[in-house]
């Protein structure tokens, strides 16, 4: 049996970025839970459903057309102007959740490891991780 006190570079960067994760999707059920009360629950269970139901179209969708990508699947099924609106608000998506993302990061990392450095600095050394 090895005894080692120590962790390697790596794992402590799937450490500290599990941690960022579950504190990040903690915190959107507390806010939720803040707003709504004790009547969240419900929310969380359509949203679970929802999510399902568009996991079984995308599945689908891939099945039916495995040579298009994501983007022209779109076009295809929605029309190119709808599908275009469509891609661009997946676009949207995608830059607010890796905002938050960063923001959150910078937070935790801002409270736990670096109290001294400007949350800025942390964003940047975030953004040049992405």
Same mark, same amino acid.
């Given at each position: 049996?090895?005894?080692?006190?120590?962790?390697?570079?790596?794992?402590?960067?799937? @450490?500290?970025?599990?941690?960022?994760?579950?504190?990040?999707?903690?915190?959107?059920?507390?806010?939720?839970?803040?707003?709504?009360?004790?009547?969240? $629950?419900?929310?969380?269970?359509?949203?679970? =459903?929802?999510?399902?139901?568009?996991? &079984? #179209?995308? $599945?689908?969708?891939?099945?039916?057309?495995?040579?298009?990508?994501?983007?022209?699947?779109?076009?295809?099924?929605?029309?190119?102007?709808?599908?275009? #609106? @469509?891609?661009? =608000?997946?676009?949207?998506? &995608?830059?607010?959740? @890796?905002?938050?993302? =960063?923001?959150?990061?910078?937070?935790?990392?801002?409270? $736990?490891?670096?109290?001294?450095?400007p949350p800025w600095v942390l964003v940047v050394i975030g953004v040049g991780i992405i």
């Amino acid at each position: 049996m090895i005894k080692n006190n120590s962790i390697s570079p790596t794992q402590l960067f799937f @450490i500290l970025l599990l941690t960022q994760l579950g504190a990040t999707f903690s915190s959107g059920y507390r806010s939720l839970m803040m707003i709504t009360g004790n009547d969240g $629950w419900w929310i969380i269970i359509i949203a679970g =459903l929802l999510k399902q139901v568009l996991l &079984f #179209a995308m $599945w689908y969708s891939i099945k039916k057309f495995p040579e298009l990508s994501g983007t022209e699947m779109l076009q295809k099924h929605f029309g190119k102007m709808l599908g275009t #609106a @469509i891609n661009w =608000l997946y676009v949207f998506y &995608f830059m607010t959740v @890796i905002i938050y993302m =960063l923001c959150s990061f910078s937070k935790i990392m801002n409270i $736990w490891v670096f109290p001294q450095t400007p949350p800025w600095v942390l964003v940047v050394i975030g953004v040049g991780i992405i």
